[in-house]
C-alpha cells in the first residue's frame, strides 16, 4: 500500500495531525464473507476535528485467501 500524507486540512488549513481508529463491532466487512474483516483508520486535524481521511491499513484482509493477489 502506498503511504499517504496530510499535509494541511482541506477545512480549517491546520498541520497537525491524529491518527485513530475503528474497532470492535465497526470493524469493515467484506462482500465476499461476513468473517472477513479490517478495522477502520482515521487521519483527524487537531484544530477542528474533522476527518481528512479514512482507510484501512491491509486492504487484503477483506479478501479470501484464495482470491488474494501474489506479492
Not at 29 to 36: G, N
Request: aromatic share 12%; glycine share 8%; net charge positive.
Amino acid at each position: 500500500m502506498k503511504e499517504v500524507h496530510a499535509n494541511a486540512c482541506q477545512f480549517c488549513g491546520g498541520t497537525e495531525f491524529v491518527e485513530a481508529y475503528q474497532g470492535g463491532y465497526a470493524t469493515l466487512t467484506s462482500k465476499e464473507s461476513a468473517w472477513l474483516g479490517a478495522n477502520l483508520y482515521y487521519v483527524i486535524c487537531r484544530d477542528c476535528g474533522s476527518v481528512v481521511r479514512s482507510y484501512v491499513k491491509d486492504p487484503e484482509k477483506l479478501v479470501k485467501k484464495k482470491n488474494r493477489r501474489e506479492l
